[in-house]
Structure formats: C-alpha cells, structure tokens
C-alpha cells in the first residue's frame, strides 16, 4: 500500500512578497524627504564655511594693504594668498553649484550665487 504524503511548499506567496514591498516603500518614502533635507543643510554649511574663510581672508588682506571701508579688490586674485586652496590651485567651490562673487571692504565681501534663494540660504549670519 502507498502512502502519499503532502509535497511540502518552500517559498513566499504573492500576497506575503507584495505586504514587503509595501513596508519597503512605506519607510523609503519617509527616509528620502530626510535625505533630502540633511544633504541641502550640509551643503549650506560647507558653503557658509567657505564664506566664513573668505571674508577672513579679505579682511586679513585689507589690514595688510592699508585698505579702508569701501575700498575694492580684485577677487579672487588679491585673497587667494590668504586662503588655503584646492588642489588645483582654485577658491574652494560651493557643494551645492553656486560661484562665489565679491564685494567692498568692510561689508559682506564673500557672496554666493546661490544666496537666499535655496534653503537653506547660503549666506553668511
């Protein structure tokens, strides 16, 4: 006499693969907004930086020139040897794509591009 036995069934079903996916979406959808937000905050914070760097370096320059309130400079060549450059011999970039611009002795000499019109805004406090 034969005995049959019931054939056992490995695997998931369709319905247990698609409850995962869910989840899987589910919690990529609250990660990436998170992402998002922390990789612009560090972006505006190594440009901030960079403006910080900057604008000391304008300052150190115009202490050694003799340079009043107002007076202008030629940037980037004038700060570049107050500043500690790239490897290829440029002005740190700003992570986010902005270009930095100049400005007057004793104002907010460093500038970027980008300035308050991403948040957050890269522009020095």
Same mark, same amino acid.
Do not use: W
């Given at each position: 006499?034969? %005995?049959?036995?019931?054939?056992?069934? @490995? *695997?998931?079903? &369709?319905? $247990? %693969?698609?409850i995962?996916? !869910? %989840?899987? *979406?589910l919690?990529?959808?609250i990660?990436?907004?998170?992402?998002?937000k922390?990789?612009?905050?560090?972006? /505006?914070? /190594?440009?901030? @930086? @960079? &403006?910080r760097?900057?604008q000391?370096?304008?300052d150190?320059? /115009?202490v050694?020139r =003799?340079?009043?309130? =107002?007076?202008?400079?030629?940037f980037?060549?004038?700060i570049?040897p107050? &500043?500690? &450059?790239?490897?290829?011999g !440029?002005?740190p970039a700003c992570p !986010?794509?902005?270009?930095? =611009? $100049?400005g007057?002795i =004793?104002?907010?000499?460093?500038?970027?591009?980008?300035g308050?019109?991403?948040?957050?805004?890269?522009?020095?406090p």
């Amino acid at each position: 006499m034969k %005995i049959f036995t019931p054939i056992a069934r @490995n *695997g998931f079903t &369709l319905v $247990e %693969i698609m409850i995962v996916v !869910a %989840i899987i *979406g589910l919690l990529a959808a609250i990660a990436v907004p998170n992402f998002v937000k922390a990789r612009a905050t560090s972006q /505006a914070n /190594a440009c901030i @930086n @960079n &403006l910080r760097q900057i604008q000391s370096a304008v300052d150190q320059m /115009a202490v050694e020139r =003799g340079l009043h309130t =107002g007076s202008t400079f030629n940037f980037p060549a004038d700060i570049t040897p107050y &500043l500690k &450059l790239t490897a290829s011999g !440029a002005l740190p970039a700003c992570p !986010a794509g902005g270009t930095y =611009g $100049e400005g007057a002795i =004793g104002t907010t000499s460093a500038t970027c591009s980008l300035g308050s019109t991403v948040t957050p805004a890269h522009a020095l406090p």
